[in-house]
Nanobody
Framework: QVQLVESGGGSVQAGGSLRLSCVAS??????YGWFRQAPGKEREFVAA?????????YYADSAKGRFTISRDNSKNTVYLQMNSLKPEDTAVYYC??????????????????WGQGTQVTVSS
């Protein structure tokens, strides 16, 4: 049974940091993505990492320079380090995983597996 389990969410003040983790069980994946959904808004792309070595990473403009995605294959885990958090980063953050090589990792429809989400709240 394949599962993605996120953790690391919480409440922080603006300017603070959080590190989200997503542990995959049941199989290994070529690529992972992080998406988020704020109240009343559609789910949006945040960051993605492609390949076993994690040699290709992608970020939404809102995440560039502040967030870093990485993976630890020995732990079957992908991370999202979030620094300089802003109130507009408040959302439920979801981890997603993709088996096939290639594909546009910014598109939700290209992922076959999703976690349950973890809440991130940033106060001003």
């Amino acid at each position: 049974q394949v599962q993605l389990v996120e953790s690391g969410g919480g409440s922080v003040q603006a300017g603070g940091s959080l590190r989200l983790s997503c542990v995959a069980s049941g199989r290994t994946f070529n690529s992972y993505g992080w998406f988020r959904q704020a109240p009343g808004k559609e789910r949006e792309f945040v960051a993605a990492i492609r390949g076993w070595s994690g040699g290709s990473v992608y970020y939404a403009d809102s995440a560039k320079g502040r967030f870093t995605i990485s993976r630890d294959n020995s732990k079957n885990t992908v991370y999202l380090q979030m620094n300089s958090l802003k109130p507009e980063d408040t959302a439920v953050y979801y981890c997603a995983a993709r088996l096939p090589i290639g594909g546009d990792l910014t598109q939700q429809t290209n992922y076959g597996y999703w976690g349950q989400g973890t809440q991130v709240t940033v106060s001003s």
